[in-house]
DNA sequence: ATCTATCAGCCGGTTTTCCGGATAGTAACA
DNA sequence: TGTTACTATCCGGAAAACCGGCTGATAGAT
């Protein structure tokens, strides 16, 4: 019997543990994504205007980055009037960014100048 | 006066502290690596091609990837014969991935299905 | 001396990811 | 309803990163 096809689901693929953890770490590999968390730290709620002014970048580039930190859970809305408000809500995103800045204390010209795998 | 050029030092460029921080993620971005450093901190010291056996990886691969690691400061070796040996030494390391993974346990199926930038 | 086990480096190809620029959608407001 | 902020999406092109396969180097064993 063939029946229609099963609904489909977020996570369909189990992805292994391991590539989800580096999943999570490559989102805040870029430092376009990871000045705005950051900035989203400091100054607790801007609407996305703001972002781009501060971080002269394109409105584009802020868009389609807070979308994917809004999909992983980095980042909640809040909509007023026609501004959309961003911030950092998870408490647990602060302590990974400054455990994060804890390490490079003491690796800053080690990583700076490491040039990965291939050359 | 045209003098020879300076000593080549290793961070030459000051990388601004985010794109710093972004290149320390993207470190452990990358499946393989991580999985080398997570398996180093569970089993303390290991070998090469003990890693290699381990996670099913190309000794090539994992080389470059144990370079990678060594260089920017999350794992250091110890010579003996011809084997050298890996461990993690460094407890912020430890903290980093555990602070990943606290902050992943809720978010797995977002991250999981997360398309990042570009579909 | 020769062979073997272990580790490192290089190269070509493919995939992923980022960006600029243009375009489209949406909600408030006159 | 039309205009004006504001936000989201699409499309090449370019750069970065990963990988497989091969080669080279060294230290111990035979």
């Given at each position: 019997m063939v029946g229609r096809p099963a609904i489909v689901e977020l996570t369909s693929v189990a992805l292994p543990d391991a590539e989800l953890v580096a999943r999570l770490f490559?989102?805040?590999g870029d430092a376009t994504r990871?000045?705005?968390v950051e900035l989203l730290i400091e100054q607790g709620e801007l609407h996305q205007m703001e972002i781009v002014r501060r971080l002269?970048?394109?409105q584009a580039r802020v868009s389609e980055h807070l979308t994917c930190l809004i999909w992983?859970?980095?980042v909640s809305?809040?909509?007023e009037g026609?501004?959309?408000f961003y911030r950092v809500t998870d408490k647990r995103v602060r302590s990974l960014?400054?455990?994060a800045h804890r390490f490079l204390s003491g690796n800053q010209a080690a990583?700076?100048?490491c040039r990965k795998v291939d050359g």
């Open positions: 490559r989102t805040l990871l000045r705005v002269d970048a394109s992983c859970g980095f809305t809040r909509t026609r501004r959309t960014i400054s455990s990583i700076a100048s």
